[in-house]
C-alpha cells in the first residue's frame, strides 16, 4: 500500500493520458436485502461501533401494500386546510392539522420515507416553514453551506473528555490514520458540493472510515447507507456488488443527501440530527416544541441527542491537537489505480495472482465486491496503476467463475411478545432452522435479541424475496369480505390495501380505537370509486370544508342529522375543524 503514489499523483497522470478503461457495461440489478458477508462493526469501540439502531428498516409484513401517492395527496389535502386555518387567525385548527399530516407520514417506514416521489421534500420543507408561522417564529438563517459553527458547551466538553480516554483515543487515531485513503477524494467532492469542509471527519463516528463497515441496522460503508436511502441516490446493491461499500461512489450520494437535509432545514445540526435518524423525526419533534435549536429538542432518540455532540468532539481534537495534547500520525496513503472493465466473472484471488500483487490490496481498492468475485454481466475492476494492460493480456487465461451468491440473510429485533413459532410463521421459515442460524438451542429469546432469519435466495439471476409479503392479487384484494390481521399490520395499512378507510373499518368492526391484533379478522367495505371521486360502500369518510356546518353535511348527502350524530359519536358540532374527517353512513 505504501508503494503507491498520492491520490493527487493519480488525477495529473489520468488527466494527461486518460483511464485505461473499455466501454463499461450498463448494470441493471434488482435490489435485495442487506449482506452478512461483510466486516461487521466492533461492538466494544465507540468509534467503530456508532449507535444506528434507528437506521434499522421496518420489515412488517404490509410495508410494501402502502400506497405512497394517495398518502402524499392526503398529506397535501390536510396542509392546504392547516393554511386555510392559520389565514383565519385558528392557530389551534392550523397546529393539529399539521399533527395529523406527520402522524400521516409517520405511519410510512423509512424504507418508504426515502423512496424517490416527486413532491415529498417541497412537502416537508413547506411543512417546516408552516411550523415557524403556527409558532409566531421569524427564523433567520444565519448558517451558510461554508461552515459549521463548532459549539463548544458542557455536552460537547462531556464527549471531549471521553474520547480522551486512552481507549477510545486509539481508536479515534486508527481512524484518523485511515481517513489518508479518501480524504483528498472527500475534500475534492465537498469543494463540488460547496459544503462545509468540517463534513470530511464525519465518516469517523459513522464507520471510522472502514469501507466495508457493517452494522446491525443494515447499515453499511464509511458512511452508513442503508439500503433505500443508498437506492435513493443512486447506490446499487446486486448479489455480487454493493455500491454503499464503495467509498468513491457512497461519497458523492452522502454529500448530496446531506446538502438536501440542509436545503430542508437551513441548519447544519438539525441536517446532521435528520441524517441520523430521518426527517420525520426531526420535524416531528420541531413540530412539538415549536423550536429549531437542536439543543432544544429534548425528545429525539438518545443516539441522536449524542451525535452531534460527538462530531462536534471530534472537530475540536482534530483541529486543535496541541490543546488537548494528541498526537496525529502520518495517514496511509491514497489508491492509485486505473479501471479495467472484466466481461466475465472472475474470483479477486486469480486476478491478484496474474498481477503477482497481495489479494487484500486488490479487495481493499474493490470493496464493494461482496463475496471476491466480479458479477458476470461485467464489472469496472480497479488496479494498480500500470497494471491494466497487463490483466488485459492476461484475461483468456484467468478462468470463468461459476460462483452464485448465498442466500440473503435478514435481521430481526425480538419485540415484546414474540416467540420462535412466531418469528418462523413470519418468515415462512421453520423454528428449527433459525435454531441453527442462531445457535439457540431452546426456545428463550430475549426482548432487543438481534435474530438471523431467512431473507431472500437467488434464481435465474434475479433476487426473489421467499417471504411472501401478500398473496393476494389485486382483483382478490378489491373483492375480499373480510381480512385476518397479522403480525406488524395496522388499521391505516389494511385501509389502504383494500382502498377503503380506518373510520370505515372501524365502524363496521365496531373498534374504540386503533389497536387490532393477529389473527383477528376484519369485516371490509366493499368499495369504489363514484363520479365525485369519494369512497363508495357502506361508510364514507368526508373531510370538512370551511363553511360546513352537520346540517349542510346531512343535505348534501341525504341523510339524517341523528344518523350522522350517531356514526360521529365524538364529534361537537361547535368545535368542527377544517380538514376533520367525519363518517357518512351508507
Not at 412 to 434: E, K, N
Request: charged share 25%.
Amino acid at each position: 500500500m505504501d508503494r503507491y503514489l498520492p491520490f493527487i499523483s493519480l488525477a495529473l497522470l489520468i488527466g494527461c493520458a486518460g483511464p485505461r478503461t473499455i466501454e463499461p457495461a450498463s448494470h441493471t440489478v434488482p435490489p435485495t436485502i442487506v449482506v452478512e458477508e461483510a466486516v461487521h462493526i466492533d461492538s466494544g469501540n465507540e468509534l467503530s461501533a456508532p449507535d444506528l439502531t434507528l437506521k434499522n428498516i421496518a420489515l412488517a409484513d404490509s410495508v410494501l401494500t402502502q400506497d405512497f401517492g394517495s398518502l402524499l395527496d392526503d398529506a397535501r389535502t390536510r396542509y392546504n386546510s392547516a393554511i386555510s386555518a392559520l389565514g383565519q387567525a385558528d392557530t389551534t385548527a392550523a397546529q393539529e392539522t399539521v399533527d395529523e399530516v406527520l402522524g400521516l407520514l409517520i405511519h410510512l417506514s423509512d424504507d418508504a420515507i426515502h423512496t424517490k416521489h416527486p413532491g415529498l421534500t417541497i412537502l416537508l420543507k413547506q411543512l417546516l416553514e408552516l411550523m415557524d408561522r403556527i409558532h409566531g417564529q421569524q427564523h433567520e438563517f444565519i448558517e451558510r453551506k461554508g461552515s459549521i459553527t463548532q459549539v463548544l458547551n458542557r455536552t460537547v466538553q462531556r464527549r471531549i473528555n471521553l474520547y480522551l480516554d486512552q481507549k477510545r483515543l486509539d481508536g479515534l487515531i486508527a481512524a484518523y490514520q485511515r481517513s489518508g485513503l479518501y480524504i483528498e477524494m472527500i475534500r475534492k467532492e465537498i469543494a463540488l458540493h460547496g459544503l462545509p469542509r468540517e463534513l470530511q471527519w464525519l465518516p469517523i463516528i459513522e464507520s471510522g472510515f472502514k469501507s466495508r463497515a457493517y452494522s446491525w441496522a443494515d447499515a453499511a460503508g464509511i458512511w452508513q447507507f442503508i439500503y433505500d436511502t443508498g437506492r435513493r441516490y443512486g447506490l446499487n446493491r446486486s448479489g455480487w456488488v454493493d455500491d454503499r461499500m464503495d467509498p468513491y461512489k457512497a461519497t458523492p450520494a452522502a454529500l448530496g443527501y446531506l446538502s438536501d437535509l440542509y436545503d430542508m432545514f437551513d441548519d447544519w445540526f438539525l441536517a446532521l440530527a435528520a441524517y441520523n435518524c430521518g426527517e420525520m423525526r426531526v420535524l416531528r419533534e420541531i413540530n412539538r416544541t415549536g423550536t429549531r435549536d437542536f439543543w432544544r429538542l429534548r425528545r429525539l432518540p438518545r443516539e441522536t441527542r449524542n451525535y452531534v455532540p460527538k462530531f462536534l468532539a471530534v472537530l475540536h481534537i482534530l483541529e486543535n491537537p496541541d490543546k488537548y495534547g494528541v498526537v496525529l500520525p502520518q495517514t496511509h496513503k491514497p489508491y492509485l489505480f486505473e479501471e479495467v472493465e472484466i466481461g466475465k466473472s472472475v474470483t479477486l484471488k486469480n486476478v491478484a495472482d496474474h498481477l503477482k500483487m497481495p489479494q487484500d490490496e486488490l479487495k481493499a481498492m474493490n470493496s464493494s465486491i461482496r463475496y471476491g468475485v466480479t458479477p458476470p454481466s461485467g464489472f469496472l475492476l480497479r488496479v494498480p496503476l500500470g497494471a491494466g494492460l497487463t490483466l488485459l493480456g492476461n484475461i483468456d487465461e484467468i478462468p470463468e467463475s461459476r460462483f452464485n451468491p448465498p442466500p440473503e440473510i435478514r435481521k430481526y429485533r425480538v419485540r415484546r411478545g414474540d416467540t420462535l413459532g412466531h418469528i418462523a410463521r413470519r418468515y415462512r421459515t421453520s423454528v428449527s432452522r433459525i435454531r441453527r442460524m442462531n445457535r439457540i438451542r431452546g426456545n428463550l429469546i430475549r426482548i432487543g435479541q438481534v435474530l438471523r432469519v431467512p431473507g431472500r435466495r437467488y434464481n435465474n439471476k434475479l433476487w426473489v424475496n421467499n417471504v411472501s409479503r401478500r398473496n393476494d392479487s389485486p382483483q382478490a384484494a378489491e373483492n375480499a369480505n373480510s381480512h385476518t390481521v397479522r403480525r406488524g399490520d395496522t388499521l391505516i395499512q389494511i385501509a389502504r390495501y383494500y382502498t377503503t378507510t380506518v373510520m370505515a373499518l372501524k365502524q363496521l368492526n365496531g373498534l374504540r380505537s386503533d389497536t387490532i391484533y393477529p389473527r383477528q379478522v376484519l369485516r371490509l367495505t366493499k368499495t369504489g370509486k363514484n363520479s365525485d371521486g369519494r369512497i363508495e360502500g357502506s361508510a364514507v369518510t368526508y373531510n370538512i370544508r370551511s363553511g360546513d356546518t352537520l346540517t349542510r353535511i346531512a343535505n348534501i348527502f341525504k341523510v339524517s342529522l341523528s344518523a350522522l350524530r350517531r356514526a360521529n359519536p365524538n364529534l361537537q358540532a361547535r368545535r368542527l375543524r377544517i380538514g376533520q374527517p367525519i363518517i357518512i353512513p351508507g
